[in-house]
C-alpha cells in the first residue's frame, strides 16, 4: 500500500504538470511575443499544444490497455520534458510553435494514464477518494496557471514556464519507473491504425475549425468551412473504419453503455463550462473592473477552493457509502446555480462576493467530475479502461476547443453590438481586442465600453447557465452501478462470484471483467 500511494503521488504530480501546462502560457504571451518578433503566429502557440495533446489522448489510452500504464508513462513523460526543454530554448516564434505541439504529444498521455493508472491501483470502492485527488489539480491549476505563469514572466524569464516543468517531471518520472507497479497482462492484439489516423486527423479539423472561428479567419471563410467539413466527413468515415476493425481504438460498443455515454457527455459540458469561468471571469475582471491580473487570479481562487474541498470530500463519501450518482446530481445544481449567480453581477459587486459566486461553482465540479470517472471505470471491461478513461478526457477536450468557438464568437458579436449601441459613430475608434484583453481606452469612453462589456459579457454567463443546465439533466439520467469492493481478480472477489466458465486461448483475460 506505502508503493501505491508514493506512485500515487508522481501521478498526482504528473496530472498538475500537464493541468498547469494548458493555463500556465495565457499571461506570459504577450511577452513572448515581444521577444521573439511573431505575434501573427502568438494563437499557434496555444493552438498547437492543445491539437496535439488532445488528438493523442485516444492513442495513450488504447495503447496502454495493451503494452501497460507504466511503460506509456515513462514515454508521455519523457516527450512532455523534452518538449518543456526545447520550448524554453525556443529561438523563433516558429520553433516554439512546433516544441509546443512536441509538449502536447507527451501531455496527452499524463492525464489519462493518471486516471486509468488509479483504477489500476485500487478497487472500485476506494477509486473515488484518489480519483478525488487527482481531479482536485484541474481547480488548482485552473487558478494557479495564470499566477504562476505572470510571476515567472515578470521576475525571471517567460522561458521559466516551460523550464520549471524539468525538474517537477524528471521527479515524477523517477519515482514512476522505481515505483510503479501495477498489474498487466500481456495479450495478443492488433493495433487500429487506420482508425487513429482518421480520428486524429478529424479530430485535428474540429479543433482548428473552433479555432480559428471568429478569430484567425472569418466564420464563413474557406479555411474554417473547409476543416469544419473534413472533420464531420472525417467522423462518418472513422465509424465505418472502427465498425470493421479487429481491436478498434474506440469501441464503438462502448456508447451503447449508458453509464459511458452519459458520462462522455457529461465531460462535454463540464470542459466547456470550465473554459468560460477560467477565460472569461478574468476579461470581466480586467476588463470591467479594472483589476489587476494577479488580482484577478487572486479571485479565482475561489472557483478553486470550491473545486479542491469538494473533490476531496467528494472522493471519501464515494468510497465510504459505494455510490456515485447523487454526487453529479447536487454538483451540477450547485455549477449551474453559480453560473445564474454570475448573471446578476455588476460593476459595484465587492470582489469578495465574486468569489464566493465562484466557489459555488467550484463545489459542484469538485462533486461532479470524478464520480463520472469512477462510473466509468466501474461499468468498462478491465481490458478496455484505459481507452474508456482516455475518452472521458478527449470530450473534455473537445468541450473546452467547442466553448472557444461557440463563446468567444458570442463575446465579440455582442461587443460590437453594444459598443454601437452606447457609443454611435464613436465605437470604431475602441480597439475590441485590446478590450476583450483588459486594456485601456479613451478617458471619455472608458465608463461606456466597461458597461459595453459588462453587458457582452452578461450574454456570455446566460449560455454558460444553459449549457451547465444539461449536465443537470446528464447526471439525472445517468445509471448507477454498486461499487465493488475489490480488484477484478482478486481472490476475495473471486470468493464472492460464482467460476467462470473455461474460455478460448485467445478469450479477454479473466481480469477483464467490469471493473
Known sequence: MR?????????????????????IVATALPEIVTDLEGFSHLSWVVTAYLVASTVTIPLYGKLSDIYGRRALFVVS??????????????????????????????????????????????????????????????????????????????????????????????????????TMRVPQQRREHTIDYLGAAVLGICVTCLLL??????????????????????????????????????????????????????????????????????????????????DSATGSGLVLMGFSLGWVVFATINGRL?????????????????????????????????????????????MGMGLSVQAYIVGTQ?????????????????FRSIGSALAVAGLGTL???????ELH???GGAAPRVDVDRLLQGGDVAADLSARTHEALAAALHSVWLVTAAIAAVAIVLALIQEERPLRSH?????????????????????????GRAA
Open 209 to 290: 475549425a473552433c479555432v480559428w472561428g471568429g478569430t484567425t479567419y472569418p466564420w464563413g471563410s474557406v479555411p474554417v468551412i473547409g476543416t469544419a467539413a473534413a472533420g464531420l466527413a472525417g467522423v462518418a468515415l472513422f465509424i465505418l473504419v472502427e465498425r470493421r476493425a479487429v481491436e478498434p481504438i474506440l469501441p464503438l460498443a462502448l456508447f451503447r453503455d449508458r453509464v459511458f455515454s452519459v458520462s462522455v457527455s457529461a465531460n462535454l459540458v463540464i470542459g466547456a463550462v470550465v473554459f468560460a469561468v477560467s477565460i472569461y471571469m478574468p476579461v470581466y475582471l480586467q476588463g470591467v473592473l479594472g
Open 378 to 394: 466501474n461499468a468498462v471491461p478491465m481490458a478496455q479502461l484505459g481507452t474508456a478513461t482516455a475518452a472521458l478526457q478527449l
Open 421 to 423: 449601441d452606447r457609443l
Open 318 to 362: 464515494i468510497a465510504h457509502t459505494g455510490r456515485y450518482k447523487l454526487f453529479p446530481i447536487i454538483g451540477s445544481c450547485l455549477a449551474t446555480a453559480g453560473i445564474v449567480l454570475l448573471t446578476r453581477l455588476e460593476p459595484s459587486t465587492p470582489n469578495g462576493v465574486v468569489a464566493l459566486m465562484l466557489m459555488v461553482s467550484g
Open 77 to 178: 513523460i519523457s516527450i512532455f520534458i523534452v518538449g518543456s526543454l526545447l520550448c524554453g530554448l525556443a529561438a523563433s516564434m516558429g520553433e516554439l510553435i512546433a516544441f509546443r505541439a512536441l509538449q502536447g504529444v507527451g501531455a496527452g498521455g499524463l492525464i489519462p494514464l493518471a486516471q486509468a493508472t488509479v483504477a489500476d491501483l485500487f478497487s472500485p470502492r476506494e477509486r473515488g477518494k484518489y480519483q478525488g485527488y487527482i481531479t482536485s489539480m484541474w481547480g488548482l491549476a485552473a487558478v494557479a496557471g495564470p499566477l504562476v505563469g505572470g510571476t515567472l514572466t515578470d521576475v525571471v524569464s517567460w522561458r521559466w514556464i516551460f523550464l520549471v516543468n524539468l525538474p517537477l517531471g524528471l521527479i515524477a518520472l523517477a519515482v514512476v519507473i522505481k
Open 411 to 417: 463575446l465579440a458579436n455582442r461587443v460590437g453590438s
Open 3 to 23: 508503493g501505491n500511494l508514493v506512485t500515487f503521488s508522481a501521478i498526482m504530480l504528473a496530472t498538475l504538470l500537464a493541468a498547469l501546462d494548458q493555463t
Open 487 to 511: 480488484q477484478p481478480g482478486s481472490d476475495r472477489e473471486d470468493a464472492e462470484e460464482p467460476a467462470a466458465p473455461p474460455e478460448p486461448p485467445r478469450a479477454q483475460p479473466t481480469s
